[in-house]
């Protein structure tokens, strides 16, 4: 029995073949078999709405008035956020907004400062 490489997505081991392809019965993501060893050797490069790199630290500055959930607060256009993380996810910076607090950003809503 062959072992089948996890899902470069959702890193679930459960994946099977289809044909040509490969599938993970998680996400429903459908990928080739020759994909793999080629995606191995990427890294994540994290983008702002610019197309400039991003990396953790750094000060980004938001382009759209952007609504928090659960919440009638909004965060305003040109609002400068220090010290960002980058993570892996559907939110891809997490941060800390003076008098927000704790939130998740994604990258195509802001842009390096």
């Known amino acids: 029995m062959t072992t089948l490489p996890a899902c470069p997505k959702c890193a679930c081991e459960w994946t099977y073949e289809d044909g ?7 996400c429903a993501h459908e990928w ?23 990396a953790n630290g750094d000060t980004v500055t938001v382009i759209k008035d952007l609504k928090i959930k659960g919440s009638s607060q909004v965060v305003k ?27 998740g950003l994604k990258t195509e809503f802001v842009r390096k400062a």
């Open 20 to 26: 040509a392809l490969l599938v993970c019965p998680e």
């Open 77 to 103: 256009v040109g609002t400068k956020v220090k010290n960002i993380r980058l993570t892996d996810g559907d939110h891809d910076i997490d941060c800390r907004i003076d008098g927000v607090g704790q939130m």
């Open 32 to 54: 080739s078999a020759s994909e793999t060893t080629a995606s191995d050797e990427t890294v994540r490069v994290w983008r702002d709405a610019n197309g400039t790199e991003l």
